[in-house]
């Protein structure tokens, strides 16, 4: 259903990726406010198709979702076409397929298919505590719980919530979805949020009930729009992704069809849920950088934190990584620069490694991408950590390092496979 928002696609290949620059002084300059001076984006993985093996060889068929496990010290992908889950370890430098087998449609096979079935997965989450990954299993419009049985040394899930496409609350197990795309875990134990992404509307799964915490709750399909406020009253254009706050308290809401950045209060106190709007221009897209209300983006997909008061943004259509500052409400370019070359519909990030927002202590590993890497060597991450993201258009995984700010527009970034600054 996301489709519609993804260009076509220039490289189908990925070729030209190894040495794209992004220079400042190009036509597409005037376009931006700031760039950093040290940003480096390496390849890490990927190339069109399904294979296995050394992080080198993998191939992945239009990825959507991303998120690390510090615990496992491994990044887990939603391989959307290929309608699997796959594995990064970050120790050998592995890629492995660990949840999703093919549903036979078949006429032995009656009501839903079986959890162990995906169908277009979109949004991960990881319990840590539990051990158990949440997929948004998005065309078959429910929420999978998968746990790790380590005798097996293999995923076994269970539905979460959702029955069947449509629009219902309720009890979990009778409760309608359309497409959802993001599930993330709550601070409180065994609560999650979801975006019904195609319903136009959060919901809350608690004690095996599903609730609307915020948008349409009036039918089938939602209604879609804009407007902040109560939780109920507000509405939403195909919300994407969710980014939980670091103290639990609200949501960053990525509301796709409105190209725009929300935020939901209060999520903890139904009485007090508010959603208010943080960047972008309501239904209009466009590429502008600035104060936060006035600055533009183009199909956002999903955000994550990239400090206390930093909110890192996937800008899909205009192929750029945006900074949103919570402090100085100015919206400022990372990374990109339009250049498909460079960026290729980037639809989801997430911090791998180093410290965390919220973290007492850093996590180190060694991740190492490029063709003289071995196969079973592992791969090296700085000890401060660096953001992974997906772009989509040419099926990779890239790792971004971001430097410090500037205005300066004598500077560049490059892009290379072995994760050299050029």
């Given at each position: 259903a996301i489709?519609?928002?993804?260009?076509?696609?220039?490289n189908?290949?990925g070729?030209?990726?190894?040495?794209?620059?992004?220079d400042?002084?190009?036509s597409e300059?005037k376009?931006?406010?700031?760039v950093?001076t040290t940003t480096?984006?390496?390849?890490?993985?990927?190339g069109?198709g399904?294979?296995?093996?050394?992080i080198q060889?993998?191939?992945f068929n239009?990825?959507?979702?991303l998120?690390?496990?510090?615990?496992?010290?491994?990044?887990?992908i939603?391989?959307d076409?290929?309608?699997k889950?796959?594995?990064i370890?970050?120790?050998t430098?592995?890629?492995?397929?660990v949840?999703?087998?093919?549903d036979?449609?078949s006429?032995?096979?009656?009501?839903p298919?079986?959890?162990s079935?995906?169908?277009r997965?979109h949004?991960?989450?990881?319990?840590?505590?539990?051990?158990t990954?949440?997929?948004?299993?998005?065309d078959?419009?429910r929420?999978?719980?998968?746990?790790?049985?380590?005798?097996?040394?293999?995923f076994?899930?269970?539905?979460?919530?959702?029955?069947?496409e449509?629009?219902a609350?309720?009890?979990?197990?009778?409760s309608?979805?359309?497409?959802p795309?993001?599930?993330?875990?709550?601070k409180?134990?065994?609560?999650?949020f979801?975006?019904?992404?195609?319903?136009?509307r959060?919901?809350?799964?608690?004690?095996?009930?599903?609730q609307?915490?915020?948008g349409s709750?009036?039918?089938?399909?939602?209604?879609c729009?804009?407007?902040?406020?109560?939780?109920?009253q507000?509405?939403?254009?195909?919300?994407?992704?969710?980014?939980l706050?670091?103290d639990?308290?609200?949501?960053?809401?990525t509301d796709h069809g409105?190209?725009?950045i929300?935020?939901i209060n209060?999520v903890?106190r139904?009485?007090?849920i508010?959603?208010?709007t943080?960047?972008g221009?309501p239904?209009?897209s466009g590429?502008?950088d600035?104060?936060?209300?006035?600055?533009?983006?183009s199909s956002?997909?999903?955000?994550?934190?990239k400090?206390?008061?930093e909110?890192?943004i996937?800008?899909l259509?205009?192929h750029?990584?945006?900074?949103?500052d919570?402090?100085?409400n100015?919206?400022t370019?990372?990374a990109?620069?339009?250049?498909?070359n460079v960026?290729n519909?980037?639809v989801?990030?997430?911090?791998?490694?180093g410290?965390?927002?919220?973290?007492?202590s850093?996590?180190?590993?060694c991740?190492?991408?490029?063709?003289?890497?071995s196969a079973s060597a592992?791969?090296a991450?700085?000890?401060?950590g660096?953001?992974?993201?997906i772009?989509?258009g040419d099926d990779?995984?890239l790792?971004v390092?971001f430097?410090?700010n500037?205005?300066?527009a004598?500077?560049?970034c490059?892009?290379?496979?072995?994760?050299?600054?050029i």
């Amino acid at each position: 259903a996301i489709e519609e928002a993804l260009p076509p696609k220039v490289n189908n290949e990925g070729e030209g990726l190894n040495e794209a620059r992004m220079d400042t002084k190009s036509s597409e300059a005037k376009d931006r406010v700031s760039v950093p001076t040290t940003t480096m984006i390496r390849s890490v993985a990927g190339g069109r198709g399904w294979e296995d093996g050394s992080i080198q060889k993998a191939k992945f068929n239009a990825p959507f979702g991303l998120v690390y496990s510090s615990s496992e010290n491994c990044v887990y992908i939603a391989d959307d076409k290929n309608s699997k889950v796959r594995r990064i370890c970050l120790r050998t430098s592995q890629v492995s397929t660990v949840y999703g087998q093919q549903d036979e449609k078949s006429t032995t096979r009656t009501g839903p298919p079986p959890a162990s079935c995906l169908l277009r997965p979109h949004g991960l989450c990881y319990d840590e505590t539990n051990k158990t990954l949440i997929i948004a299993d998005s065309d078959h419009h429910r929420l999978i719980m998968a746990t790790w049985n380590p005798s097996s040394q293999t995923f076994q899930g269970e539905i979460l919530a959702g029955s069947q496409e449509g629009c219902a609350e309720g009890k979990a197990a009778e409760s309608q979805f359309r497409y959802p795309y993001s599930v993330i875990k709550s601070k409180q134990e065994g609560v999650y949020f979801a975006a019904d992404t195609d319903n136009h509307r959060i919901v809350r799964i608690k004690e095996g009930e599903v609730q609307t915490i915020a948008g349409s709750r009036t039918n089938y399909q939602g209604h879609c729009g804009h407007k902040d406020g109560p939780g109920f009253q507000a509405l939403f254009n195909r919300p994407t992704h969710l980014t939980l706050a670091q103290d639990g308290s609200s949501i960053i809401v990525t509301d796709h069809g409105n190209h725009c950045i929300r935020r939901i209060n209060d999520v903890l106190r139904e009485e007090k849920i508010w959603v208010e709007t943080l960047a972008g221009v309501p239904k209009e897209s466009g590429f502008q950088d600035g104060v936060s209300t006035q600055s533009m983006f183009s199909s956002p997909y999903s955000t994550c934190w990239k400090g206390n008061d930093e909110v890192l943004i996937a800008d899909l259509a205009n192929h750029r990584i945006r900074c949103l500052d919570l402090k100085s409400n100015k919206v400022t370019t990372v990374a990109g620069n339009g250049n498909t070359n460079v960026l290729n519909c980037p639809v989801s990030i997430e911090r791998v490694g180093g410290r965390s927002v919220d973290s007492e202590s850093a996590v180190s590993m060694c991740v190492r991408s490029g063709s003289d890497s071995s196969a079973s060597a592992p791969v090296a991450v700085k000890e401060s950590g660096e953001f992974w993201l997906i772009s989509r258009g040419d099926d990779r995984i890239l790792a971004v390092e971001f430097g410090s700010n500037t205005s300066n527009a004598d500077d560049k970034c490059t892009f290379s496979d072995t994760g050299r600054l050029i």
